[in-house]
């Protein structure tokens, strides 16, 4: 899974949950030094997920994910 924002700049935290809404893995990085984030996903099960995305500011947006 790769995660490119060109429009938000700072610190911001990527969550990986469950389809129960258990966290699986959380990773903040500062979109201002780097505007590319990669999550391997090798390692979970297949099934579906939820990625959220949230900005120092609060704004956050949420996508599923299906992994095969």
């Known amino acids: ?3 490119a924002e ?3 700049k700072g610190n911001i ?15 903040n990085f500062n ?4 505007n590319f984030l ?3 996903l090798a390692e979970i099960p297949v099934g ?4 959220r995305c949230t900005a120092a500011n609060g704004d956050s947006q949420t996508q599923r994910i ?3």
């Not at 979109?31 to 780097?34: D, F, M, P, T, Y």
């Not at 579906?48 to 990625?51: A, H, S, T, V, W």
């Open 6 to 8: 060109s429009n938000v």
């Open 48 to 51: 579906m997920y939820l990625m």
């Open 66 to 68: 299906v992994k095969k």
């Open 13 to 27: 935290t990527v969550e990986l949950l469950d389809a129960n809404g258990l966290l699986i893995r959380r990773v």
């Open 1 to 3: 899974v790769s995660f």
């Open 38 to 40: 990669e999550m391997s």
């Open 31 to 34: 979109s201002a030094a780097s």
